[in-house]
């Protein structure tokens, strides 16, 4: 009997350790939800996706009083942002920051509600591309952030942190083991990591293995994925078969060579787009991230840190009005289209695959096409096309893209349309001169499809005011 018992004594903290481990390994799977969209779902509608799907963690790139709103008592972790236009406030003024705390976390929190477990000070302020637009302000509104958190008794409950993007790091040979940070921000950077130290603060690295493959055309594809490659790297004993672990490990050796190698390290954005690029697809897009999520959930880490990964998939949902600047791909990022449905199948905990958003409703089928008695020669197309593209989202045609194998018709067709639909299908949005008309014939072709686009919020705001005021009305006459 005393053998049983002590037995179980020596069990019980090895039980304990297990029961930490399997709660640490399901912690849920994080999503970005970018709000740049000319007809946006509704934060309900997201919420209600978010769950049927077990995503369980959000990150926002701004702080919208009616997105956060939207996550009361929703059981969903959230990281809030902070936009890079609002640093240099942040940084010279500390009552700013005390009340963009007091008005954008303190408020959500104390109304019942909002688990808010991240502040994300700005969004990759150090990419090389900003020319060191942001490098004065980051820090000083990082600190001035974290003090008025300190200030309203929240720093043990919310954390600061600033997603960089990888470039902020760079090996000096193909191996993670020769990683330091960027030499022009080395010093900065040492001293954000050691801010983030002393606050008990992790570091938050946006990783994009389709950036290497659209900036090199000799970069080896199947590295990019997560089911073998023939370019492995053998760095010291440590095999690296893709570029995500090659790249993670860079960061790992960089904080581990500059004494910070225990910083936790969170993924805030890594994912795939779907259209827009040759590489950007939905076969890879489906590869890529079920290869990531396939290792996400059996806590399958790096060669330098072998644990359970702490991350966010980039996107949720497709954004039609976001900056095409580094590449048309950046509208298509999303797991779903614009209006909430998935693209693809994929597994993030639940055999059943992607749930769509439900009670999403799409305008008429109606589209508008080039007439065919139109004249591709005649003058007005070049004007045309350009006013409806820079209106609207073109990004699906070109080179590659789905809709890559229309004719000069049908793409002055999918411009002419992409702008009838973001206007809501207003008759005078199909106005071409004498170029022009509406059908109800659905023109999509092959991989190419003409999209008929969702109502949006405030549109079906004012369809429910209608159905109460007709049935007011109806009630009145009786």
């Known amino acids: 009997m005393a053998g049983e018992k002590r037995s179980r004594l020596l069990l019980a903290p090895l039980i304990f350790l297990c029961v930490l481990l399997l709660v640490g390994s399901t912690s849920g799977i994080g999503v970005n939800w970018g709000t740049q969209s000319t007809h946006p779902l509704g934060t309900s509608t997201v919420v209600k996706m ?22 009361k008592k929703s059981g969903i972790q959230v990281m809030v942002g902070i936009p890079n236009d609002m640093l240099y406030t942040l940084a010279t003024n500390t009552q ?18 909002v688990d808010i477990r991240y502040v994300a000070v700005g969004n990759e302020p150090f990419l090389s591309t900003f020319n060191g637009t942001f490098e004065t302000t980051t820090l000083p509104a990082l600190q001035n952030i974290q003090a008025a958190l300190t200030k309203a008794g929240l720093s043990n409950r919310v954390k600061v942190t600033v997603p960089l ?34 606050n008990g603060a992790p570091f938050t690295v946006n990783i994009y293995p389709f950036i290497s493959l659209y900036l090199d055309s000799n970069f080896p594809v199947d590295f990019a994925f997560f089911d073998g490659s023939q370019s492995s790297i053998n760095d010291n004993g440590k095999i690296y078969d ?40 939905l076969q890879y897009a489906q590869r890529f991230n079920q290869g ?3 290792r996400y959930l059996t806590g399958k880490g790096t060669p330098m840190r072998p644990g359970p990964l702490d991350a966010y998939l980039f996107s949720l949902i497709d954004e039609d009005a ?20 998935p693209k693809y199948q994929l597994n993030l905990g639940s055999t059943r695959g992607l749930v769509g958003a439900s009670g999403v409703h799409h ?46 018709r049908g793409n002055i067709s999918y411009a002419f349309n992409s702008y009838f639909q973001v206007m809501d299908q207003m008759e005078s949005a199909c106005k071409f001169p004498g170029l022009s008309v509406v059908t109800d014939n659905d023109p999509s072709t092959g991989t190419c499809k003409f999209r008929t686009m969702i109502e ?23």
């Open 292 to 294: 990531f999520m396939s």
């Open 96 to 113: 700013a920051a005390e009340k963009w705390v007091s008005k954008n976390v303190s408020a959500h929190l104390s109304s019942g509600g």
């Open 322 to 341: 976001k900056s095409i600047q580094p590449g048309n791909f950046e509208r298509h990022w999303g797991l779903f289209y614009l209006d909430g449905q």
């Open 165 to 198: 993007n990888a470039d902020v790091y760079l090996s000096s040979s193909d191996k993670p083991s020769d990683g330091d940070f960027r030499p022009n921000i080395h010093e900065l950077m040492l001293q954000i990591v050691k801010f983030l130290s002393d």
């Open 50 to 71: 978010l769950k049927e799907n077990g995503i369980q963690k959000i990150k926002l790139f701004d702080a919208d009083p009616n997105i956060l709103d939207g996550f």
């Open 456 to 478: 949006s919020v405030s549109a079906e705001r004012l369809a429910s005011i209608r159905t109460v005021l007709f049935v007011f009305l109806l009630f009145s006459l009786l």
């Open 363 to 408: 305008l008429g089928k109606r589209w508008c096409i080039m007439k065919p008695t139109a004249n591709l020669n005649d003058d007005q197309v070049p004007p045309s096309v350009a006013y409806a593209c820079q209106n609207a989202d073109c990004t699906s045609l070109g080179y590659g893209t789905s809709c890559g194998n229309l004719d000069a």
């Open 242 to 281: 893709n570029v995500f672990d090659a790249n993670h490990d860079t960061l790992v050796w960089a904080l581990q060579k500059n004494g910070f190698g225990n910083l936790p390290i969170i993924i805030g954005e890594i994912g795939w787009p779907t259209d827009g690029d040759l590489h950007a697809n």
